[in-house]
């Protein structure tokens, strides 16, 4: 293969990858659940007010695995442009160091961390109200494409 046809293959699959980072790669982020939280101590774990602060790993093995991911998914930039997010969310029950539940998340862009973030506070006051089923609200985040559960829990389209 001549180097300038190699150049214009790698330049499309750099692209595409670049237009999919904002959404975890299933194979290695499925997302994992948290089995201690259960529909009946909801109330009392991750429903709590202190629960994602009780949970939630350490920057220091957050970071390091964010780095780590990084550099095996060979994504562009560094760290400080990513957030590592659980897929899903330590409210809704995600596993809090599951690394497949954790996947670095861009912060900029139309489907950013910040946008993730209010699906995910949207989703866990409805499964705390009683309005989803634990098991509803862990679903949104376990399919494939949060993008378009975004769409789907706003009523977008």
Not at 106 to 112: A, H, I, L, Q, Y
Request: charged share 25%; net charge positive; proline share 6%.
């Amino acid at each position: 293969m001549s180097k300038g046809l190699l150049a214009i293959v790698l330049g499309f699959a750099s692209s595409a990858a670049t237009a999919q980072q904002f959404l975890p790669d299933h194979e290695r982020t499925p997302g994992a659940i948290n089995n201690y939280v259960t529909q009946d101590n909801i109330k009392s774990t991750a429903c709590s007010a202190r629960w994602t602060r009780w949970v939630a790993p350490s920057s220091a093995y957050t970071n390091r695995l964010k780095a780590q991911q990084i550099q095996e998914l060979g994504l562009p930039g560094d760290g400080r442009q990513y957030d590592e997010d659980h897929l899903v969310p330590l409210c809704a029950g995600g596993h809090p160091r599951d690394p497949r539940n954790l996947w670095p998340q861009p912060v900029r862009g139309k489907w950013s961390a910040a946008v993730k973030e209010r699906l995910e506070i949207s989703v866990c006051r409805a499964v705390c109200r009683g309005d989803l089923t634990l098991e509803d609200g862990r679903a949104i985040f376990l399919r494939p494409d949060w993008t378009q559960e975004y769409v789907r829990f706003f009523k977008l389209k």
